[in-house]
RNA sequence: GAGUCAGCCAAGAUGAUCGCUGCCUGCAACGAAAAUGCGCAGGGGGAGGAAAGUCCGGGCUCCACAGGGCAGGGUGCCAGCUAACGGCUGGGGGGCGUGAGCCUACGACAAGUGCAGCAGAGAGGAGACCGCCAAUCUUCGGAUUGGUAAGGGUGAAAGGGUGCGGUAAGAGCGCACCGGGCCACUAGCAAUAGUUGGUUGCAAGGUAAACUCCACCCGGAGCAAGACCAAAUAGGGUUCUAUCAUUUUAAAUAAUGAACGCGUGGCCCACGUGAGAACCGGGUAGGUUGCUUGAGCCAUAGAGCGAUUUAUGGCCUAGACGAAUGAUUAUCACUUUCUUCGGAAAGGACAGAACCCGGCUUAUACGGCUGACUCACUC
């Protein structure tokens, strides 16, 4: 039986982490949510969280959130390989409802692992705008 | 019964499964080992009435500080409560409402300065446009001069109101009543009030969230305050050690040169550079602390109209830090809709602690309780 703990060793802990990851990383989005993830070299996948003020005005709709991708990613964490993966929010995800949430993050973890895979085509350069609407374009699909 | 006013309460309940977190207890397994426990197991805690806005007031911390003043900011009917307040309680004045009640920055324009569109003759210790009256002139239409604030007209506002007397016509010009000012008296701690007494013909209208004046209050910054521990890297200080020669000094030492190390270079020459160790202080990442026992909560009794307060007893009730307090689900309760009356479906707000309190303001679904008022009905 595996566990399904979620304990320090799973999460981002300090900015530093956070920075490795802003820096190079492999990339995967829904309509609300951008993931960053890169390898890293422990045994189980890490999870950190980024829910701008600017994104999401009120407080207790920024804790729903932040609670649902740490439930989702709890119970998800076997199906995930070993990254480091930052999660941020879009514009308007404060109107979607729980379940909605919850079916976007699971498409996400099983499209991160495909990312991350060594001999993965190298992810395309980070702030340019022209691949923007590339990455609509894998979103409809 | 309908409508309304005021105050208060609650913020669905109980389970199941999988988690998070700090507290207490324990350590068989885990890890090289140890531990006051990285970790694991068990136990019992874990958001609010507004946690919000950050609008006031305090505690706490650091900095500054003899005392006083200026500047700047705030408050503004009176009394009380309080750690304090711009808060609350009680009282007074004014306004609104049939009423229960509600609203009210409500000190001083008679210290000075300023402001007031349009209309209007005139907007401030005024003013004669129409009108009224008198005198003079007259072509008998009126004109001129003077008096007049009762009437008309303008305006948000025209220098008390009504009546009588009075007069050429009028006028606080005189009188009565009403209103106002001033001084007493009475009630009240006071604000203030008074069918109270006297006096005054009544003068200088509005605006101070206009400058201003008056009275009172205010040092600054904030838990990212502050205190402590402290890697790596770079840099600072002190001490010690460091080859040889010459010169210097009583000596320590200092200077110069060479040697040596390092860098450039294939090597020599040449050029550039100076080492090592220990300690000290500052201090970044990171960590610890501040950090939850407090103007605390509950009950009972006493004081007070009340805000509040006193005594006794009991209780400990979140302390996170890339930031926990959750997700899924079952049953019941609540509301709405549909109904074949068996049920079915949908819904549950505003919103998330970040040093802590006291207030204010704003946002709030479904509900509950208490008191009061108005109208209708019954007796």
């Not at 060793?9 to 530093?16: A, F, G, I, V």
């Not at 820096?23 to 890293?40: D, Q, S």
Request: charged share 30%; hydrophobic share 30%.
């Amino acid at each position: 039986m595996e566990d399904f703990n979620f304990g320090r060793e799973l999460r981002l802990l300090t900015p530093s982490h956070y920075s490795r990851i802003f820096n190079e990383p492999a990339r995967a989005a829904t309509p609300f949510f951008t993931l960053l993830a890169k390898p890293n070299d422990q045994a189980k996948p890490r999870l950190g969280l980024t829910v701008a003020k600017k994104r999401v005005k009120k407080a207790c709709q920024r804790n729903r959130i932040k609670r649902l991708a740490r439930e989702s990613f709890r119970l998800n964490q076997h199906t995930i390989d070993n990254v480091d993966i930052v999660l941020m929010v879009k514009s308007g995800i404060d109107e979607q409802s729980n379940e909605e949430l919850t079916k976007q993050l699971t498409k996400l973890w099983r499209k991160i692992n495909e990312r991350c895979k060594p001999g993965a085509p190298k992810p395309p350069p980070f702030k340019k705008r022209p691949n923007k609407s590339a990455k609509s374009n894998k979103q409809s699909q």
